[in-house]
């Protein structure tokens, strides 16, 4: 793997930390049930990406 794609996928990893985290806290404040199962569903979604990025270095 180049370093130029090394520094991409350390950045996606980045990025997917920050929106999982986002999530997390949006969970937490969080009333409307309905809401908060969405906003549980893009936690995951996260999550797996991260996993994907995480696997590839």
């Keep these: 793997m ?3 794609e090394l520094n991409y996928i ?3 990893l980045g990025h997917e930390k920050f929106l999982k ?3 997390q806290d949006a ?3 969080l009333q409307d049930p ?3 199962a969405c ?3 893009l ?3 996260h999550q797996q990406i991260f ?3 995480y696997n590839l270095v």
């Design 43 to 45: 936690q995951q979604k």
């Design 51 to 53: 996993d994907n990025f």
């Design 27 to 29: 969970i937490q404040n």
């Design 10 to 12: 350390e950045d996606a």
């Design 39 to 41: 906003v549980q569903q």
């Design 2 to 4: 180049s370093p130029k």
């Design 21 to 23: 985290t986002q999530c």
């Design 34 to 36: 309905e809401l908060k």
